[in-house]
């Protein structure tokens, strides 16, 4: 099992490495923000991960409020982009 643990891991890790390239070569604002929600949703998942791992359940609050703060942060980033476009 920690071989399946360490697979999962590492996938996350590549995957933060990738993202965290094209949110920094993103033109635009719009793709820097996607890329950041991927970064968090990568790291949420890398925490559920953590949380399965070890069978502590006491991060699963913070997986939730981290999930609502970067939706809540989207949702303004996207709301004062369209208005700074019209």
Do not use: H, K, N, Q
Request: aromatic content about 6%; charged content about 15%.
């Amino acid at each position: 099992m920690t071989y399946v643990w360490g697979v999962a891991a590492t996938m996350l890790l590549i995957s933060v490495v990738l993202t965290t390239y094209r949110t920094l070569r993103g033109p635009t604002t719009l793709d820097r923000l996607v890329g950041v929600d991927a970064i968090v949703a990568i790291l949420i998942s890398g925490l559920a991960v953590w949380v399965a791992a070890t069978g502590d359940t006491t991060i699963a609050a913070g997986i939730v409020v981290l999930s609502l703060v970067s939706f809540i942060g989207s949702i303004a980033v996207a709301r004062f982009r369209r208005r700074d476009d019209e």
